[in-house]
């Protein structure tokens, strides 16, 4: 294969890999609407990207009520 070709696949893969993780790691509203709770349950504030302690738990779990449930027990 000449350069330009190697060029071009590799650009095509890290911009495929880039996309597909960026996707997922993002909150949106349907989120809120399938778990059936307020965006502020995860996020700081409304419209901000910062995370609380529920929201950190749910990155890894995705499963909202346990990680509620863990938040009141530190409490």
């Known amino acids: 294969m000449n350069k330009t070709v190697k060029a071009v696949l590799f ?5 495929t890999g880039i996309g597909l993780s960026s996707i997922s790691s993002f909150g949106t509203m349907d989120i809120a609407k399938k778990e059936k709770v307020a965006c502020t349950t995860c996020h700081v504030k409304m419209g901000s990207k910062e995370l609380n302690a529920v929201g950190k738990c749910y990155e890894k779990s995705k499963n909202v009520k346990k990680c509620e449930a ?3 027990q530190k409490k």
């Open 11 to 15: 650009i095509a893969v890290l911009a």
């Open 70 to 72: 863990k938040a009141e």
